[in-house]
């Protein structure tokens, strides 16, 4: 057990989770100028004590992201990115009048915290053990908060129905829906990836939206040129969530045809630095990918 701001944790939830919560929160320590996102709630969601002790000063902060990025391919700067692009999806939906928002796979992701979205329902999806922890340290967070509608959805891709646990949860059909999946199919089945699209294409009202990022094809059975691929697949794979399922473009793009989305477009870390931040440096291994997707059935 960690002990985190007077909360106990236990060592259940996401690691992965809690590693992308310690990435938002350093970014966050960047000055303004240099920053991609600015996230002043990550930070709270971080008990493991190598993670905490980056936080302890930005010049840490910095080097330690600069560390990954250079290890890992680029792995920061994918994450920073998705975030971003997932605020302006998050933005322009709600311009759209879209005012339902499902977060898959949660992890401590701080949309719902920082957009403070007002008339809008977010619903956050996430494992049970994972989603104890967020709740525990968002209650104390959301006292200072009033402005933010959370519905909170256990549920276990592999085991549950996803269907079952948004409608039980006062999920409405009929609305169209923003859907953030971010940094989740990676971990999957194929059979959960499937099934979770063909709960959404049953509940997505036309006009829906979908955000999802994967990894591309080659990183599981380790045939990829970029050997910090590897390296990413066997550091999660250390930690006990390992990478199960990634995709080519076409084969993603079938995969979401199937179930009644319309593929937009797929996003690389690199397209997505030259939109946000030409000037940033990164040593980028190209395997994470964004697809965006809409539902546009009759
Ligand atoms: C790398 S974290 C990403 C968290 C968050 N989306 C973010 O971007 O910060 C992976 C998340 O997937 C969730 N996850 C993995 N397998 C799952 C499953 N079978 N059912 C539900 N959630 C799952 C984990 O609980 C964790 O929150």
């Known amino acids: ?158 085991h549950r129905v996803l269907r079952e646990c948004l409608i039980g949860s006062g999920y409405d059909p009929s609305r169209p829906t923003l859907i953030i999946w971010l940094g989740v199919t990676p971990y999957l089945t194929s059979g959960a990836i499937s099934a979770t699209l063909a709960d959404l294409a049953e509940i997505c009202a036309p006009g829906s939206r979908l955000v999802v990022d994967y990894i591309r094809a080659g990183v599981v059975a380790g045939h990829t040129s970029w050997k910090s691929a590897g390296r990413v697949a066997r550091m999660v794979a250390r930690r006990g969530e390992p990478y199960r399922s990634d995709f080519t473009e076409a084969g993603l793009d079938a995969l979401l045809t199937d179930h009644l989305f319309q593929p937009r477009e797929h996003l690389t870390v690199e397209g997505l630095l030259n939109r946000y931040d030409p000037a940033r440096r990164s040593r980028l291994s190209d395997d994470s990918w964004l697809a965006v997707a809409t539902a546009d059935r009759m």
């Open 1 to 158: 057990m960690v002990v985190v701001a007077n909360r106990r944790l236990d060592r259940t939830a996401s690691l992965t989770a809690q590693l992308n919560a310690a990435q938002r929160a350093a970014e966050s320590l960047r000055p303004p100028d240099r920053r991609l996102i600015d996230d002043p709630y990550s930070r709270h969601f971080v008990a493991h004590p190598a993670l905490r002790a980056m936080l302890a000063h930005p010049r840490l902060a910095d080097a330690a992201l600069r560390g990954i990025d250079r290890l890992w391919g680029g792995l920061h700067a994918h994450i920073m990115l998705r975030v971003r692009y997932a605020d302006d999806a998050l933005d322009g939906a709600i311009r759209d009048g879209i005012d339902q928002v499902v977060l898959l796979g949660t992890g401590f992701d701080t949309t719902s915290l920082r957009h403070g979205t007002t008339g809008v329902r977010v619903f956050e999806v996430d494992a049970p053990t994972t989603q104890a922890h967020k709740w525990l340290v968002t209650q104390r967070l959301l006292s200072t908060r009033r402005d933010c509608e959370i519905s909170w959805v256990p549920c276990d891709f592999e």
